[in-house]
């Protein structure tokens, strides 16, 4: 199955809800906006899981990386000076208010922003998690626009 057709067999309901859509109009890196971000952050936890045959469950990783900057804010505004050390820790509480996630999720959310945030991922989706989201936002720094 390709990595689209995945992101929308287990995140369709976080991909159209409003928070999501919201996400949509808030700026991450560069030009590239939260939602995109986190779409492109799924799809690099696909190709990565399988990269490393790793033995993961597919759900949850979609499902952690679509909700893990799920801060519904504009970091950039005055305000957000902390924004890297905790919008984790906002992030987990959001998507348990909006959404039915388990121990994975939680601990892909609340631990990816490693090593600003100090504890480990302690489930191997974190960890893909983690790298992703760094390979990603390094990308779209850089060069201005993410993966496509």
Known sequence: MNEAREILLFGRDILTSPGMK???RLMQHGR???YEHSVAVAA???TLADALRADVDRRALVRGALLHDYFLYDWHE???AGHGFSHAFRAVM???RDFVIGKTERDMIAHHMFPLNP???MTREGAILTVSDK???LSETLCGRGRR
């Open 94 to 96: 959001l998507a348990s």
């Open 119 to 121: 504890r480990l991922p």
């Open 22 to 24: 919201a996400e949509r």
């Open 32 to 34: 590239v906006s939260v």
């Open 135 to 137: 390979l990603c936002a």
């Open 78 to 80: 005055p305000g957000h």
């Open 44 to 46: 690099m936890c696909l």
